[in-house]
């Protein structure tokens, strides 16, 4: 009896030893879901110790004549195993469709792993059936390039759908530092300058920073709901919020500003508003300065500095294939907060070095209102002939200077800050002077007015003037522009997508495109442009078939009519960037 016992014991002891191995069916889950209109991703679900051999799997379309084409985007997260590379982490594998019929879909997943504990599975299959229709191929308009490489914002995109979230929110920080050097931040310097001005005798450097917090934080609150709604939605407020009679109602309100700091009037809430707001905001609320800059701040992000950049449009590109607005909208959030940054140690710096109420502040004061009225002219640049955009801005400069007393003869023994002050209305003068030359030579950048001037002084001829120039074919709808791209079949093609209030397709114009080396380049393409001003149904449409948030954003074309992904631009380039691309 005791000898059983013992075999058994054995036995039971030799069973428990020997290794555990999952069911084929447990040690590999494949699922797939849909990310947006033309992609869907393919997980493997790995069980514990077990490892998926990349050169073993494959997906392909069973039926390759239904019409549909896939394309499958590989992981990179094979690492190496013996002498083979393997999945050990589950692999996820992006299905992209285009065609132009709707189908019933079948497609065929082939794999084949093993167990870190010694066993290899047979080679095992699964097929998944989608359907796919016209609705969903409209995203698909163009065939994409196929050769792995990335656009910028799509690579920024990966960074959010592989990155921890330590890393995404630290990333997302330093590309709103980076973006705090361009338009979408510039026009609100002077903004919130203008409001710790306005604020006189109140004002600290504490108090400084606290309202410049508030108002980026305002501006973050903005960028984030527009952003998320963009992704999710496909819907642009920005862009809506770019017609003539916002633009004009905004800078009317900035006029207003301007005219108020010029004395002729106060701003001011009634008493018991201001009441109120202190009992919940306390000293900082004082004269609800708080409400004040949180609205300008929330309304200045939206309708002054609309952007679209690389970092944005990768946010928007994650939100609108994963659904994730969680994340993507923290990346908003913090990259916001890195494009407040100078806003935050501007305000600081006003709010303490500011002058003392008095002369001084009166001037300062002043100098902010024609800041304002630049904001203005700024703004209805976006809606109005570049001639008269020109005209207002030598008008600002020319009344500025004789204001300063350019024209009054300087008195003797003048030195220090009045010389100095002097010495800058003949500057204002003398560049308001250049405008109005250049509004009547057909200029059109206020930073270059004398862009059509020949070194010999004279004026450009109109065959000079077109050589320094390129020429876009322009279209407005997905079907005009497919047309186009038909018609230059064989050659390589550029789209510009372009609107009249997008500053930075104004400063892509006036800079990049005006460069001989920009433009010897151009000419080798078929060059069309997309124009999405109105923001109507059909350039949404337009904008949705090329997965485009706003603009200024570049596609190229290769001879075949093949989007070439990598060549993307997002945002404005410099003509050194442009040709570097």
């Keep these: 009896m005791k000898v059983v016992l013992l075999f058994v014991a ?90 132009s019929a709707a189908k019933e879909v079948h497609v065929l997943l082939e794999y084949q792993g093993c167990s870190e504990q010694g066993l290899c599975y047979n080679p095992m299959e699964k097929e998944f059936t989608l359907t796919v229709t016209p609705a969903m191929l409209q995203g698909a308009a163009a065939p994409q390039s196929t050769n792995g490489a ?17 890393t995404v929110l630290a990333a997302f920080f330093g590309f709103g530092l980076f973006l705090a050097l361009t338009p979408c931040v510039f026009p609100m310097i002077p903004i919130l300058s203008s409001i710790i001005v306005s604020q006189g005798k109140h004002m600290s450097a504490r108090r400084g920073f606290f309202l410049s917090l508030i108002y980026v934080l305002a501006m973050a609150m903005a960028y984030t709901v527009a952003g998320i709604l963009a992704g999710v939605f496909g819907s642009n407020i920005q862009a809506a919020l ?85 994340l993507g909208g923290a990346a908003l959030f913090v990259m916001s907060l890195g494009m407040g940054v100078p806003l935050l140690i501007i305000g600081t710096g006003a709010g303490k070095f500011m002058p003392r109420p008095g002369g001084w502040m009166t001037t300062v004061t002043k100098v902010f209102g024609v800041m304002m009225l630049g904001i203005a002219i700024w703004m209805l640049s976006r809606i109005i002939p570049d001639v008269l955009s020109m005209l207002l801005w030598a008008v600002l400069l020319i ?36 405008l109005i030359y250049g509004a009547l030579t057909g200029a059109a950048n206020p930073l270059n007015p004398l862009e059509y001037v020949h070194k010999t002084g004279g004026s450009v001829s109109t065959s000079q003037q ?25 050659k390589r093609i550029m789209v510009d997508f372009y609107a009249d209030w997008c500053t930075s397709c104004k400063e892509l114009e006036h800079v990049t495109f005006k460069d001989p080396h920009v433009v010897q ?14 923001n109507g149904d059909q350039e949404k449409a337009l904008m949705k078939a090329y ?29 050194k960037e442009f040709l570097g691309l």
């Design 242 to 326: 770019q017609n003539p009679v916002v633009l004009t109602l905004f800078a009317l309100v900035f006029v207003t500003l301007a005219i108020s700091m010029f004395g002729f009037f106060e701003i001011g809430i009634p008493h018991s508003w201001q009441t109120r707001i202190s009992k919940y905001s306390g000293k900082a609320g004082e004269k609800g300065g708080v409400v004040g800059v949180a609205i300008m701040g929330f309304l200045s992000a939206l309708i002054v500095g609309p952007c679209i950049a690389p970092p944005l449009a990768g946010a928007l590109i994650y939100i609108g294939q994963t659904g994730d607005a969680m």
């Design 10 to 99: 054995l036995t039971y002891t030799l069973m428990a030893a020997m290794p555990s191995f999952l069911m084929p069916d447990e040690a590999f889950k494949p699922e797939i879901k849909k990310l947006n209109n033309t992609t869907y991703e393919l997980r493997v679900n790995l069980g514990k110790d077990i490892y998926l051999y990349e050169d073993r799997t494959h997906i392909r379309d069973v039926d390759p004549d239904d019409g549909i084409d896939l394309h499958v985007k590989k992981p990179t997260t094979a690492v190496r195993h013996g002498e083979d590379m393997v999945y050990v982490e589950s692999p996820v594998f992006e299905l992209t469709f285009s065609g």
């Design 150 to 166: 990335l656009s910028e914002s799509d690579e920024i995109a990966q960074i959010l759908n592989s990155g921890t979230l330590w």
């Design 399 to 434: 009344v500025s200077a004789v204001y300063m007393g350019v024209l009054e003869p300087l008195k003797e023994g003048t030195r220090g800050f009045t010389a100095l002050f002097k010495g800058l209305g003949l500057v204002m003068l003398l560049y308001g002077m250049a």
């Design 547 to 575: 997965n485009i948030f706003g603009p200024p954003a570049m596609l190229f074309f290769d001879e075949n009519g093949t989007v070439m992904k990598e060549k993307t631009i997002i945002g404005y380039k410099d003509p």
């Design 466 to 490: 077109a050589a320094t120039e390129v020429t876009f074919t322009k279209v407005r709808s997905l079907q005009e522009l497919e047309a186009e791209i038909a018609k230059a079949k064989g």
């Design 521 to 534: 380049k151009m000419g080798e393409l078929v060059l069309i442009q997309a124009d999405v001003t109105n």
